[in-house]
């Protein structure tokens, strides 16, 4: 089944040309089913990018989806067009009484700051709240995750002393979890962040369940039963070059930046970065969008009671 995108979204093209089942809002109206209406929070500066990311992954599954784009109310974005925001996507305070299978909350480019130093923290505090009663599941991305996390247990984030760059060896560590349904025993995923969770830290809260770690980059994926809620703090929806595109970015702009580790074949810049995430990335979003559909009520006015 396909993703319901407007056609006019530039990832109604790009995921068309790769294969994935795209369909308009118009013909999705005329089937007899009701799709899984998932929430896109877009904290990414990278609007377009980041919807490209996370559409290919949600829509790869044998589920009509229906996406929703949704900013912050009063945030403005840099770095995509106006035209843009104002064509595709709605403010929060204009979804709030609406109810969803499924919400995924990205990164954002701000882990310098205390949370509480954050613009729209303030209104990202209410978003986590309406989660409990309008979402029946959650997805929180890097930045995003670190915040719910902090939110609902008070889990801190901490500054590293260098970035933590490049492609890192993961260990399933719930094979048994519906969420990790398929995976190998390890596996690679992206990482790009200057602060960590600590795994001391969640363990603390007998309600958070680590599902996948690394010994050199800490906590991953993290289960929230009592929130209904996913947290994870790297980056399998990165496209094969996403790490090249900071990487360059951060040389031609004088940042200091090693190489991404284990990203290039033999950690050689001049040669293509080889993808070795897509798969996991599909299986850990297509588990996900399968466990919303066999909890959901089929009265999306049922959610939260």
Not at 31 to 45: A, E, T, V
Not at 67 to 96: D, G, S, W
Not at 161 to 169: E, I, L, M
Not at 266 to 278: G, T
């Amino acid at each position: 089944m396909p993703i319901t995108l407007p056609e006019t979204l530039p990832a109604y093209d790009v995921l068309r040309n790769e294969g994935v089942m795209v369909m308009s809002p118009e013909r999705a109206a005329r089937q007899d089913i009701r799709p899984l209406k998932i929430g896109l929070l877009n904290l990414m500066p990278k609007k377009i990018q980041t919807e490209n990311q996370f559409a290919r992954l949600i829509g790869a599954t044998p589920l009509q989806i229906d996406l929703h784009l949704i900013r912050m109310t009063e945030h403005q974005t840099k770095n995509t067009a106006a035209e843009h925001m104002e064509t595709f996507y709605r403010p929060f305070q204009e979804v709030r009484d609406e109810k969803f299978d499924g919400l995924i909350i990205t990164g954002a480019p701000i882990e310098h700051l205390p949370f509480e130093e954050v613009t729209y923290w303030d209104e990202l505090q209410q978003v986590f709240d309406w989660t409990q009663t309008h979402v029946q599941s959650t997805f929180g991305v890097c930045w995003g995750g670190m915040a719910m996390i902090h939110h609902f247990h008070g889990v801190q984030k901490h500054l590293l002393p260098h970035k933590a760059f490049g492609c890192f060896r993961h260990a399933n560590l719930c094979p048994t979890s519906p969420f990790l349904r398929g995976f190998s025993d390890d596996f690679v995923i992206p990482v790009s962040r200057w602060t960590e969770m600590r795994q001391a830290e969640i363990d603390a809260h007998p309600a958070l369940r680590t599902l996948i770690g690394s010994d050199e980059v800490g906590p991953c994926l993290v289960e929230d039963a009592s929130h209904r809620a996913l947290y994870i703090f790297n980056h399998f929806e990165y496209d094969s070059d996403t790490l090249k595109q900071e990487y360059d970015r951060d040389i031609a702009g004088g940042t200091p930046i090693n190489v991404p580790a284990n990203y290039y074949p033999d950690d050689d810049p001049s040669r293509p970065p080889l993808n070795r995430w897509r798969s996991h990335a599909h299986l850990l979003y297509g588990n996900w969008i399968n466990e919303i559909y066999q909890s959901t009520p089929f009265d999306l006015n049922d959610i939260g009671r």
